[in-house]
């Protein structure tokens, strides 16, 4: 597909490829189309868990619709629906034009792309239909002839729901994401970018994390040693799967949009070798008093406060990058995407270096100001960060400027505003119910007094949800060739390129 | 599959050099590859305070592994994760030195400025 940008022949500078020759348009289209759908069942979920806490659950009785499967649809839906589906397309622009070499194989991109649709689709399934189906009695023969575990449905991991029996399959894919990507970058020759180290390491990182968490916890350890892989696992996937994927992409696109190279290579190479050797120390943060022993617990209370110098180089070349571009911020909406997530994932990790203090996990532990926090690094970062990429390639794809500038301004407000208010609200609401338990009040004390934020995070989330349906009919409209809603259709394609 | 080769900085700056260079701070025509002292240091100051404590933590790790593995108490709770830190440290650890070696970090700001050409080879020849 040429999206309709016309291509001068590629003999114009022959020894360079074409775009076209490079770039496999369709498939990055397809992928944006699942991860937006994805992304649209996932707020949808959402929003019905947080109508459950108000006690207005509008599929009551339903057992198959329930808030316990629907919140592991959210999350699922969101990680391995949105994230990983916006993320691979994205790739597919990204890698062959850093490397000037087109995937391993065209084929294989479109074998992954449909069996990665299978995973996720199946993941639903299973957790929708698991729990039903697993107390059958043939079900109960059959696994008990086969020696299977019964967990048909969500396997007991957060993050790591994926039914053990689909587990393999999504091995087998990330490794041909691996193979797919790793090929072209290992023909580039000379220094690499940073793009493509961090890119590399997410490759390898993100099939062991994904290993470890969804394969030891299951058949290999037990017990307080399972409850370790598992912080392990939620918190590297985090890290060691999203953030080098995004922090990557950042160092991409926000030298092209701003036309200046990154302030220093140097220093974002420090920052990649940092996280390299740090992040994966400091999952154990998420089982602070448990019986895990003392040492494991302060070393990754210690790693994680020393993983914002890592931060620091990042913010502080992304910002020295800016420099007197500031306007940009204003003017240049992926650019606005990029530096609000970039300010939201300082927060998130500021906000990280103080939670896993012994005396922060005192009063926050279990409560919604986890939740809060969540929420801030998924939507608030990695989100907002997809959604600039996409509002600065989808004109690319399609050929032709936004249809509406202001539907694309309403995504923005929407979507950044809205999250901020449900952080600063599940934050607040972590507070409140931390101190009702220190207080050995009732349960119901702390749920009642809950129920304010909750309605505020009703309100919020239905706003974010509001801006997903700005950008879907945005798009809508500028996929089928709508004539562009403002006069001037230069202000549209200026403001998102 | 038609195989390119990655242009060199020679051979981008003598195709584009009718074109502006993005913006570095540097004389129009010549790209800049070398630090700023400001830079330098701030990259300096970053990468002693990361990378040393770092490469602390990678070797503590190691000889808190060699002491759960003599048998101190509770150490088998610790085994799984820091077995998993171990292996996927040693492995960039490896690369680090692979990198090193290979001269990954020499001119290491060159690879900003001809990845911002090559993007620009790639979008001269297609008009939007």
């Given at each position: 597909m040429t999206s309709g940008s016309q291509a001068t022949p590629a003999a114009t500078v022959p020894d360079h490829p074409a775009h076209e020759d490079l770039v496999d348009e369709k498939i990055i289209l397809c992928y944006y189309v699942a991860a937006l759908t994805f992304l649209t069942v996932s707020m949808l979920a959402g929003l019905l868990v947080a109508l459950q806490l108000v006690?207005?659950?509008?599929?009551?009785?339903?057992e198959l619709l329930s808030p316990g499967r629907w919140r592991m649809i959210h999350t699922n839906a969101i990680a391995y629906g949105f994230l990983a589906n916006a993320f691979l397309g994205t790739l597919h622009w990204v890698v062959p034009r850093l490397t000037f070499h087109k995937v391993l194989s065209k084929p294989l991109s479109w074998f992954i792309f449909v069996t990665w649709q299978v995973i996720v689709g199946l993941t639903a399934l299973g957790i929708i239909l698991g729990p039903t189906f697993q107390d059958q009695p043939w079900l109960l023969e059959l696994a008990k002839q086969w020696r299977?575990?019964?967990?048909?449905?969500?396997?007991?991991l957060e993050w790591g729901e994926t039914p053990f029996w689909i587990d393999p399959v999504a091995l087998l894919g990330l490794l041909l994401v691996a193979v797919n990507f790793m090929v072209p970058i290992g023909k580039s020759k000379g220094p690499m970018y940073v793009t493509l180290w961090y890119f590399m390491a997410a490759f390898v990182w993100t099939f062991l994390t994904y290993a470890m968490g969804n394969l030891l916890p299951e058949y290999v350890v037990a017990g307080t040693s399972a409850g370790a892989i598992g912080g392990l696992f939620i918190h590297d996937l985090v890290g060691l799967f999203v953030t080098p994927l995004g922090w990557g992409l950042m160092y991409y696109f926000v030298p092209i949009l701003l036309k200046r190279p990154i302030w220093s290579h140097g220093l974002s190479l420090v920052g990649f070798w940092g996280l390299a050797f740090?992040?994966?120390?400091?999952?154990?943060?998420?089982?602070?008093?448990?019986?895990?022993?003392m040492f494991l617990q302060y070393g990754a209370v210690i790693s994680t406060i020393a993983v914002e110098l890592v931060v620091a180089t990042v913010v502080i070349n992304f910002f020295g990058t800016l420099g007197k571009k500031g306007s940009e911020f204003f003017t240049n909406l992926p650019i606005r995407y990029f530096y609000t997530g970039m300010v939201f994932y300082f927060i998130t990790c500021f906000q990280c270096a103080l939670q896993v203090t012994l005396t922060f996990q005192k009063l926050i532990?279990?409560?919604?100001w986890v939740v809060g926090h969540a929420h801030l690094v998924m939507f608030g970062v990695f989100s907002l960060w997809l959604f600039g990429i996409m509002t600065y390639l989808f004109p690319r794809l399609l050929g032709r400027p936004w249809y509406s500038r202001t539907l694309c301004e309403y995504h923005y407000w929407l979507s950044s505003v809205s999250l901020f208010v449900m952080f600063l609200d599940l934050t607040l609401a972590g507070v409140f119910q931390g101190w009702y338990w220190a207080s050995l009040q009732p349960w119901d004390a702390s749920t009642d007094g809950s129920q304010p934020f909750w309605i505020t995070r009703v309100f919020a989330g239905l706003g974010m949800f509001a801006g997903l349906l700005c950008f879907l009919a945005n798009l809508w409209m500028t996929w089928r060739g709508a004539?562009?809603?403002?006069?001037?259709?230069g202000r549209v394609a200026a403001a998102t390129a | 599959m038609t195989e390119f080769t990655k242009p060199t900085p020679a051979m981008a700056s003598a195709r584009t050099a009718n074109e502006p260079l993005p913006e570095a701070g540097r004389s129009a025509g010549t790209p800049h590859l070398g630090m700023t002292s400001r830079q330098a240091w701030v990259t300096m100051a970053l990468a002693v305070l990361i990378l040393i404590p770092s490469m602390y933590g990678f070797v503590g790790k190691f000889v808190e592994f060699v002491h759960i593995y003599r048998g101190a108490s509770g150490g088998e709770f610790a085994i799984a994760p820091i077995l998993n830190y171990l292996l996927a440290s040693a492995g960039f650890f490896c690369m680090l030195l692979w990198a090193a070696w290979n001269g990954m970090f020499r001119d290491v700001e060159r690879p900003k400025v001809e990845f911002l050409e090559n993007e620009r080879l790639l979008d001269r020849d297609v008009r939007t």
């Amino acid at each position: 597909m040429t999206s309709g940008s016309q291509a001068t022949p590629a003999a114009t500078v022959p020894d360079h490829p074409a775009h076209e020759d490079l770039v496999d348009e369709k498939i990055i289209l397809c992928y944006y189309v699942a991860a937006l759908t994805f992304l649209t069942v996932s707020m949808l979920a959402g929003l019905l868990v947080a109508l459950q806490l108000v006690h207005w659950n509008v599929l009551r009785g339903i057992e198959l619709l329930s808030p316990g499967r629907w919140r592991m649809i959210h999350t699922n839906a969101i990680a391995y629906g949105f994230l990983a589906n916006a993320f691979l397309g994205t790739l597919h622009w990204v890698v062959p034009r850093l490397t000037f070499h087109k995937v391993l194989s065209k084929p294989l991109s479109w074998f992954i792309f449909v069996t990665w649709q299978v995973i996720v689709g199946l993941t639903a399934l299973g957790i929708i239909l698991g729990p039903t189906f697993q107390d059958q009695p043939w079900l109960l023969e059959l696994a008990k002839q086969w020696r299977l575990p019964m967990n048909l449905g969500a396997q007991g991991l957060e993050w790591g729901e994926t039914p053990f029996w689909i587990d393999p399959v999504a091995l087998l894919g990330l490794l041909l994401v691996a193979v797919n990507f790793m090929v072209p970058i290992g023909k580039s020759k000379g220094p690499m970018y940073v793009t493509l180290w961090y890119f590399m390491a997410a490759f390898v990182w993100t099939f062991l994390t994904y290993a470890m968490g969804n394969l030891l916890p299951e058949y290999v350890v037990a017990g307080t040693s399972a409850g370790a892989i598992g912080g392990l696992f939620i918190h590297d996937l985090v890290g060691l799967f999203v953030t080098p994927l995004g922090w990557g992409l950042m160092y991409y696109f926000v030298p092209i949009l701003l036309k200046r190279p990154i302030w220093s290579h140097g220093l974002s190479l420090v920052g990649f070798w940092g996280l390299a050797f740090f992040y994966p120390l400091q999952g154990i943060h998420h089982f602070l008093y448990t019986p895990i022993p003392m040492f494991l617990q302060y070393g990754a209370v210690i790693s994680t406060i020393a993983v914002e110098l890592v931060v620091a180089t990042v913010v502080i070349n992304f910002f020295g990058t800016l420099g007197k571009k500031g306007s940009e911020f204003f003017t240049n909406l992926p650019i606005r995407y990029f530096y609000t997530g970039m300010v939201f994932y300082f927060i998130t990790c500021f906000q990280c270096a103080l939670q896993v203090t012994l005396t922060f996990q005192k009063l926050i532990h279990f409560t919604d100001w986890v939740v809060g926090h969540a929420h801030l690094v998924m939507f608030g970062v990695f989100s907002l960060w997809l959604f600039g990429i996409m509002t600065y390639l989808f004109p690319r794809l399609l050929g032709r400027p936004w249809y509406s500038r202001t539907l694309c301004e309403y995504h923005y407000w929407l979507s950044s505003v809205s999250l901020f208010v449900m952080f600063l609200d599940l934050t607040l609401a972590g507070v409140f119910q931390g101190w009702y338990w220190a207080s050995l009040q009732p349960w119901d004390a702390s749920t009642d007094g809950s129920q304010p934020f909750w309605i505020t995070r009703v309100f919020a989330g239905l706003g974010m949800f509001a801006g997903l349906l700005c950008f879907l009919a945005n798009l809508w409209m500028t996929w089928r060739g709508a004539e562009a809603a403002e006069r001037s259709s230069g202000r549209v394609a200026a403001a998102t390129a | 599959m038609t195989e390119f080769t990655k242009p060199t900085p020679a051979m981008a700056s003598a195709r584009t050099a009718n074109e502006p260079l993005p913006e570095a701070g540097r004389s129009a025509g010549t790209p800049h590859l070398g630090m700023t002292s400001r830079q330098a240091w701030v990259t300096m100051a970053l990468a002693v305070l990361i990378l040393i404590p770092s490469m602390y933590g990678f070797v503590g790790k190691f000889v808190e592994f060699v002491h759960i593995y003599r048998g101190a108490s509770g150490g088998e709770f610790a085994i799984a994760p820091i077995l998993n830190y171990l292996l996927a440290s040693a492995g960039f650890f490896c690369m680090l030195l692979w990198a090193a070696w290979n001269g990954m970090f020499r001119d290491v700001e060159r690879p900003k400025v001809e990845f911002l050409e090559n993007e620009r080879l790639l979008d001269r020849d297609v008009r939007t």
